[in-house]
């Protein structure tokens, strides 16, 4: 989906190796001609995950092929990202509704699922929750719509000038310069396959999510939820103070943890993919005491 490009992102042969390994399934949009996309790995109890903003499925590039080893991975482009269709309706609700939707058609309604959402697809996720009922476990990674105090490092570049010039030097800078301001601690972590992600990601976007990020419906949701709760963030994730809001959003009925994990930004099931699989194999094998911050 999306405007022709006539910029070809990175090369990343795990994408790739991704991409030819999964099972990639279309489902209309509540009886419309619109489409979702979904893509599937594994075999064991289903685990969904949702991308974050200006994202696609490869925002959990380095996390499926662990969880496959355990579960049916299911991983969509929600609507107006990726391959999916740009819905009429641009609100939370909406989007909840067609997510969960599709996910109905494809394992059915009463089935239980695990749901991992990251940033604007913890907003989703927890939406989801509440609306689906048969939600097993909850894991929210930085998530969006908090409402609480943010750290920003720095202004982010509009990138959209360079692309109109095909300035294909000053396009890439600011694909750099964006995710070591938003997405990215170590600059070590920005590696070739981090940019291509990125990159593909802010180009297909058509869903803006910013208005809706920056809202504070995710306690709410939560108080409605009554199932267990992960909440993780990177020691350096820019969009919160990570124990602060924890302890805001811990102060719900349900079970929950919350976990903080070093040396890593907001992207921190990227940049920390080996503590972030181990958090949600035992998260999702349910081998988590409730009601803890670590």
């Known amino acids: 989906m999306g405007a022709a490009l006539s910029f070809s992102p990175p090369d990343a042969p795990l994408l790739a190796d991704l991409e030819r390994s999964a099972v990639r399934q279309e489902v209309s949009l509540a009886g419309s001609t619109l ?9 064991g109890r289903p685990v969904v995950l949702l991308h974050g903003g200006h994202g696609n499925w490869r925002h959990w590039a380095r996390n499926v092929e662990v969880l496959a080893t355990r579960h049916t991975v299911w991983v969509p482009d929600l609507p107006g990202y990726g391959d999916s269709s740009l819905p009429a309706d641009h609100t939370l609700e909406a989007m909840v509704a067609l997510v ?12 239980p699922v695990g749901v991992a959402g990251f940033s604007f697809g913890g907003l989703v996720a927890a939406g989801l929750s509440v609306e689906r009922g048969a939600i097993s ?41 964006n995710l070591m301001m938003h997405m990215l601690h170590n600059v070590n972590s920005l590696d070739t396959t981090a940019l291509a992600i990125h990159t ?19 306690p709410q949701l939560l108080e409605r939820y009554t199932g267990p709760v992960l909440l ?52 999702f094998d349910q081998k988590f005491s409730p009601c803890q911050e670590t």
Request: aromatic share 8%; glycine share 8%.
């Open 35 to 43: 489409q979702m996309t979904w893509r599937r790995w594994g075999e």
């Open 100 to 111: 969960g939707h599709s996910l109905d058609r494809l394992v059915g309604p009463d089935t």
């Open 137 to 177: 476990r909850l894991a929210l990674l930085g998530p969006a719509g908090h409402g609480s105090k943010r750290r920003p490092k720095g202004e982010l570049r509009n990138w959209k000038p360079a692309l109109e010039r095909e300035d294909w030097v000053e396009f890439d800078a600011a694909m750099r310069h």
């Open 200 to 218: 593909q990601s802010c180009l297909q976007t058509r869903f803006h999510s910013k208005r809706i990020s920056r809202s504070s419906q995710l």
């Open 232 to 283: 993780a963030w990177g020691e350096h994730d820019v969009t919160a103070h990570p124990h602060s809001t924890a302890s805001m959003l811990m102060q719900r009925r349900g079970p929950c943890t919350s976990v903080v994990v070093p040396r890593s930004g907001h992207w921190v099931q990227y940049e920390a993919a080996s503590d972030v699989n181990s958090l949600l194999l035992n998260w």
